[in-house]
């Protein structure tokens, strides 16, 4: 018997939809919670994959850096050498960007090395480049063993809930117009606001029907300083990645003709502004888009993640997904069609 694929697709993806707002989304916001146990922290939150805002850590809020990084000099105090930094022309890095010359390719940052005071002294005077300090990959520990000293080794509740220690410590640096677009990571994350505000917009995992991942061509920005000139360079690997921002579909600005399904995710997405002094837990495999309100410093730890039985959910979404070619998902907008019609009494 031939499978109706308009009426499956209708019948799969908004029952999806519906249960992970059930299940995660309720609200819009991010939960705070001040200092919970560790029980609390891992039946709650780790256990359900619940991302949440955690206050009043004890351990964290011991951290000389909330006094020391107050100050641009004071974070340059830190270091003496050079540090590797991101630079774009807009702001936006790692992402999916639409060329004239290559279509949509994904693109990643200018890499240079400058020291911390003319990093610093880049937000203040650049007007054709920006700065973010992002580089990861344990950046923290391995260009700043000095800042160590400042932050903890790790986040008690953290080291107890996930049982191993991070495998990663980053440091984070930039204003209002870098934007890190909307990805995944397969690590649990704790991510401390020392200086500023960070914002993110977050998916469940499951919310990967509606976000047209793909692999895409990937490519760098190069940069000529001397004649201010930005280039973008091929590159042979393709990775996977997602085009949509869940700002702009928030906002209503999604693009309807070639992302019809990027709307269901509407009620999906919440919103989490950390602060100075709190911990966003990040669970694994949550999608998330990541700005901040103003210059920014902050400071994540990577914890690996148990490969169990979300892992398992998440991969056979996945592996559905691949079967939801472009032709079948533009049809797919049949979703919020017949979701209307049922509202009407039709």
Not at 104 to 133: G, H, N, R, W
Not at 225 to 238: A, L, P
Request: aromatic share 10%.
């Amino acid at each position: 018997m031939e499978i109706d694929k308009e009426k499956a697709l209708t019948h799969l993806l908004a029952p999806l939809r519906d249960d992970a707002k059930w299940h995660w989304t309720k609200e819009t916001s991010v939960e705070r919670i001040e200092n919970p146990s560790t029980l609390v922290f891992l039946r709650d939150y780790v256990a359900k994959n619940r991302p949440v805002i955690l206050t009043s850590l004890p351990d964290v809020a011991k951290w000389q850096a909330f006094t020391n990084w107050r100050t641009n000099s004071g974070v340059a105090a830190c270091t003496n050498g050079n540090v590797r930094v991101n630079v774009t022309p807009s702001g936006l890095g790692d992402a999916v960007v639409n060329t004239e010359e290559n279509g949509e390719i994904f693109i990643k940052p200018y890499e240079t090395q400058m020291t911390l005071e003319a990093f610093f002294a880049s937000l203040q005077t650049s007007d054709d480049s920006v700065a973010y300090l992002s580089h990861q990959n344990d950046n923290l520990r391995e260009e700043f063993p000095a800042m160590m000293n400042e932050i903890g080794e790790n986040i008690t509740i953290a080291h107890e809930a996930f049982g191993n220690d991070p495998e990663a410590v980053n440091i984070w640096i930039g204003d209002e117009r870098s934007v890190s677009s909307m990805h995944k990571d397969f690590y649990e994350n704790m991510y401390c606001v020392v200086r500023g505000e960070k914002v993110f917009h977050l998916l469940p995992p499951c919310a990967q029907p509606f976000l047209y991942e793909k692999e895409y061509q990937e490519a760098h920005y190069q940069y000529e300083s001397n004649k201010r000139n930005w280039t973008i360079e091929m590159e042979d690997t393709k990775v996977p990645w997602s085009p949509i921002d869940p700002v702009q579909v928030l906002e209503q600005r999604e693009d309807n003709k070639r992302y019809p399904l990027a709307a269901e995710i509407r009620e999906l997405v919440m919103k989490a502004t950390v602060r100075a002094g709190e911990v966003l837990y990040l669970p694994s495999m949550w999608y998330h888009r990541v700005t901040q309100n103003c210059l920014t410093i902050a400071v994540n730890y990577w914890h690996n993640m148990d490969f169990d039985l979300k892992w398992v959910y998440f991969s056979a979404i996945e592996r559905m997904n691949v079967l939801l070619n472009e032709d079948q998902r533009k049809e797919a907008k049949e979703i919020r069609q017949c979701d209307s019609a049922k509202e009407k009494g039709v």
